[in-house]
């Protein structure tokens, strides 16, 4: 049925109240995947399949024969099994965990699907008149410890014999991701003998090493330019209040946008780490996750395209740098960007909203987008 650009932004919006009620934490998106694959058969896309990682594929056909075009929306959130996913309306927000990343992404993938097809559908309403075939892609593993494991699979299935890789995020309007943030995360671990507070004090206390460990990363100085960042964001250990620690241990994340840099910083993290131990004292430092650094020049035919194309729906765009799936295919050089579909805020917490006004926008950006591809890089 074809849909006028009105009908359009409220259904996908329906898709994606539909999709956040879906509980899809990072390695636990099978629910949400089960409901995308469904959907995908239901619009008739070709060749719907789950992968073993549990990526969900359709095509959209095309007529002729040129490279598809690729467009991936990450099914997965960073809010753990249980959190409420009540969702709330204020004026032109909807307030909702997960509904801006990624779940108006996803539905977004289904209203690409439709508006494409209202604008070129063959009249045998199998195949479009597209020069190439669309390639839509729910894809898990990109929150967190994840480690883009879903795009890893989707650039190893379609490798260079794309047109391009557009990743969709849901709030980031605007926005024209062309480079790829390094990231390294570590799990440092510390463990002692322990003890008692009061009989066995004076042995080594892993919480007291890890405060020390945490206080010697904070004072590593971290350049500006280019801009490099060091957060430790989890920390656990202990037993009791009168024990003395025998196990401690921290989740850290190193970020730069050179790869020289983000390698040096990560060889002083794992000096210090060496540095803690001794014979009562055992400290260990694993990767835990590494997004490749990337780019595509702010020249390249596919980065001029998205901003013609916003500055013709009258949005200023925004040249920029993420971490994003566009990690993946930008390390191995193939052509990608990450565009947004509305706006919204407070990402990553419970109180995260969208706008709903500027999804038509978005929605026809990303049409306008695939169109150009097609007409310009092909």
């Known amino acids: 049925m074809s849909l006028s650009l009105c009908d359009l932004p409220e259904r996908v919006l329906q898709q994606a109240i539909a999709i956040q009620q879906i509980p899809a934490p990072t390695h636990a998106e099978a629910q949400r995947a089960s409901y995308l694959y469904q959907r995908f058969v239901e619009e008739g896309l070709a060749d719907v399949e789950i992968d073993p990682l549990g990526n969900v594929y359709g095509r959209l056909v095309g007529a002729g024969q040129a490279l598809p075009v690729v467009i991936s929306a990450h099914m997965d959130t960073v809010f753990p099994a249980g959190t409420d996913l009540t969702l709330r309306q204020e004026q032109d ?99 002692t003998v322990g003890g008692h507070s009061w009989v066995d004090y004076g042995r080594p206390s892993a919480v007291h090493e890890l405060a020390r460990l945490i206080s010697d990363l904070t004072r590593i100085p971290l350049p500006t330019r280019p801009r490099t960042t060091l957060n430790v964001g989890v920390i656990a250990g202990g037993t009791t209040v009168n024990t003395i620690a025998a196990h401690a241990e921290l989740e850290l994340d190193l970020r730069s946008e050179d790869p020289q840099m983000l390698q040096a910083l990560a060889s002083q993290v794992e000096a210090l780490i060496q540095r803690v131990n001794r014979p009562d004292v055992k400290a260990t430092g694993e990767v835990i996750g590494d997004r490749p650094v990337g780019k595509i020049s702010s020249r390249h035919a596919l980065v001029q395209l998205a901003k013609k194309c916003l500055e013709d729906l009258g949005i200023e765009a925004q040249l920029g740098i993420g971490s994003t799936d566009t990690n993946i295919p930008l390390s191995l050089g193939f052509p990608a960007i990450c565009l947004g579909l509305t706006r919204g805020g407070a990402a990553h917490t419970t109180g995260e909203y969208i706008h709903r006004s500027p999804l038509e926008t978005g929605l026809r950006l990303m049409v306008d987008v695939v169109e150009s591809a097609f007409a310009l890089l092909d």
Request: net charge positive.
């Open 93 to 191: 927000r909807l307030f909702g965990p997960g509904i801006g990343d990624n779940s108006v992404a996803v539905a977004g993938l289904l209203g690409i699907v439709w508006e494409l097809r209202a604008r070129h559908l063959e009249p045998d309403r199998r195949s479009t008149r597209l020069p190439g075939d669309v390639w839509l892609v729910a894809n898990v593993c990109e929150e967190g410890l994840g480690n883009l494991a879903g795009m890893r699979a989707v650039v190893e299935r379609f490798g260079a014999q794309v047109l391009a890789y557009l990743v969709l995020e849901g709030m980031a309007l605007g926005q024209i991701y062309h480079r790829g943030l390094g990231v390294k995360r570590y799990r440092i671990r510390i463990q």
